[in-house]
């Protein structure tokens, strides 16, 4: 009876937090007590809330309490602890069905401390004692509880497995290798086991780096996200800028229309009203002649008459009316006109550029595959395909654009281009108008002599030699030279024969974010000829470059 009032004493100086007795007990504004260091960890998780609960009854306390140890509390502990009353267990010390159980207890067991893989049995801390006493004990192994003790015994021998055979890689037992598996190549698992270790070390090694190596890519890919909102930040403000720009350019422009439509208005208005008032001052003017006429008629004195007669025959001078032309509702028709072909040019131009614009978006693309996504068939390239156009701006004035500018000739003629500072004025070369970012993919067939099939920045040099601003000749530009039935890779003036089937139409792929260039030689089947693997720092720019009289290139329509 005694024994269990001394239980019942001792849970009443457990911390309901850890189980245990109170260490640096503390008594909190609701009356229940916890180890000090127990409740700061309880409440350091409920910091971010800023609300701070007692984990038995939930009263809550706002601001954190300050804590100070119950020395009276903290005694009483100490007293319990020296008179060996806490050795009787409390109710957490027994086994719950998920613990490991001490084999030796009888009744109600107690929790196992530590298991022996020699006697393949589990042991409170009373029960284990003399394995830390006993000498032959001493030399057992033993490891935390355990519940797959049995998993150790050989089911065929009834002994325990301290072997392993490599060759049917399982555990077995000493007497194994006598039978089933004679012959067989074992060793001790201790042996084993320190071979696999080294080996779950190489591989927790490899996890380790893989964790570093894919922790640098999350980071890496944060900063991409941070990097396409940024731009795409940018990209909608500046757009919204430039849309915002033109409609109030459209404004103005309707104002405009508008206010010299009316002020014409006015002006052919007043006119009109100037005639139509100096018609009807004439009218009143003949209606009283005729009046008067009228009078003079029924005069019966033939004398009178004949006096006043040649005052009332006549007539004032009749107002000129024979520039009065009248066009119903056809007076700014024309005007109408006008406006509607601006429309249609806007609607054409908006048009064409429209694609450009939508393909251009489409055009970013996070590289979140390998250089080997490249596409592999000439379908997957199509689905990349740009209508290349080139600029009238940067060609040579040696060189007659046609086709809707999609097609180069070199003529012994000059042209009369326009001066401008983008034109190539020594260079048989010229650019595209569009800017090449993203995939892009397009097609080039040539006539004659040799061509340069490439891509420049647009700050690639427009004036001096070849070795200056020919393509392929500096580090803003990368051209392959077809000609003579062979191929060879230029840039930054280093050639290199590149080596394919010959034909007279190449194909260019560009992946501007993975840094890949792609030349392709087109006919029935589409060759690889050489590949460029570097980062570009500024969109690119088609060009190309004619080395002969008569010759021609074209970018081709793929769609």
């Known amino acids: 009876m005694a024994q269990k009032g001394v239980q019942l004493d001792r849970a009443k100086f457990c911390c309901s937090i850890c189980l245990d007795l109170l260490k640096d007990p503390v008594a909190i504004p609701c009356g229940h007590s916890y180890c000090m260091n127990c409740i700061k960890a309880h409440w350091d998780v409920e910091d971010q809330k800023k609300i701070h609960s007692c984990p038995r009854c939930r009263q809550t306390f706002t601001p954190r309490p300050v804590?100070?140890?119950n020395t009276m509390l903290a005694d009483l502990v100490e007293e319990l602890k020296k008179t060996g009353l806490q050795a009787a267990p409390a109710d957490h010390c027994y086994a719950g069905p998920e613990d490991v159980?001490?084999?030796?207890?009888?009744?109600?067991?107690?929790?196992?401390l530590k298991s022996c893989l020699f006697c393949l049995a589990s042991y409170c801390e009373k029960h284990l004692q003399?394995?830390?006493?006993v000498a032959p004990l001493?030399?057992?192994k033993l490891v935390e509880p355990s519940k797959k003790l049995q998993e150790n015994i050989c089911s065929r021998h009834d002994e325990v497995m301290k072997m392993f055979c490599r060759t049917d890689q399982q555990c077995i037992c000493y007497l194994c290798p006598v039978d089933e598996h004679k012959g067989h190549n074992t060793v001790s698992a201790a042996a084993e086991r320190t071979e696999r270790q080294r080996e779950l070390e190489v591989s927790r090694q490899n996890i380790q780096q893989r964790i570093q190596d894919r922790q640098k890519d999350v980071k890496v890919l944060q900063q991409e996200v941070e990097a396409i909102n940024g731009s795409a930040d940018k990209a909608v403000e500046d757009s919204e800028k430039i849309f915002t720009e033109l409609i109030r350019l459209m404004e103005k422009r309707r104002s405009d229309v508008k206010r010299q439509l009316r002020s014409q208005q006015d002006t052919e208005v007043s006119r009109v009203k100037e005639l139509q008032e100096k018609l009807e001052q004439e009218i009143t003017e003949l209606k009283r002649k005729d009046a008067e006429l009228k009078q003079l008629s029924h005069t019966e004195d033939h004398t009178q008459f004949l006096h006043n007669?040649?005052?009332?025959?006549?007539?004032?001078e009749s107002t000129d009316s024979s520039s009065i032309k009248i066009r119903p509702l056809r007076y700014?028709?024309?005007v109408t006109a006008a406006v509607s072909e601006v429309r249609d040019k806007l609607q054409d131009v908006l048009t064409e550029k429209w694609t450009n614009i939508l393909e251009t978006v489409t055009d970013v693309d996070v590289l979140l595959s390998e250089p080997d996504s490249e596409p592999k068939t000439r379908?997957?390239?199509?689905?990349?395909?740009?209508?290349?156009?080139?600029?009238?701006?940067?060609?040579?004035?040696?060189?007659?654009?046609?086709?809707?500018?999609?097609?180069?000739?070199v003529t012994k003629d000059e042209q009369s281009y326009s001066r401008h500072p983008d034109r190539f004025t020594e260079c048989w070369q010229v650019l595209s108008r569009e800017s090449l970012t993203g995939r892009c993919y397009w097609e080039v067939e040539w006539r004659g002599g040799g061509v340069y099939v490439a891509v420049a920045y647009k700050n690639i040099s427009r004036a001096g030699s070849w070795d200056e601003c020919g393509f392929g000749r500096n580090d803003k530009s990368w051209a392959l030279h077809c000609r003579n039935n062979s191929y060879n890779l230029l840039y930054n003036n280093v050639q290199t024969p590149v080596s394919g089937p010959w034909s007279s139409r190449v194909g260019v792929y560009l992946d501007h974010r993975a840094g890949i260039l792609s030349f392709y030689s087109?006919?029935?089947?589409?060759?690889?000829l050489h590949r460029v693997q570097t980062t570009f720092t500024q969109p690119l720019c088609a060009g190309l470059r004619l080395s002969d009289y008569g010759s021609s290139a074209e970018f081709c329509k793929v769609k």
């Open 101 to 112: 159980a001490c084999d030796v207890c009888t009744g109600r067991k107690l929790k196992a």
């Open 309 to 316: 007669y040649p005052s009332l025959s006549a007539l004032s």
């Open 522 to 528: 087109i006919s029935e089947t589409m060759t690889l």
């Open 332 to 334: 700014f028709e024309d």
């Open 130 to 133: 003399p394995h830390y006493d």
């Open 67 to 69: 804590l100070l140890k």
């Open 138 to 140: 001493k030399k057992h």
């Open 379 to 409: 379908t997957d390239f199509l689905k990349y395909s740009r209508e290349i156009k080139l600029d009238p701006k940067t060609a040579n004035t040696q060189l007659l654009l046609s086709e809707g500018n999609r097609k180069a000739t």
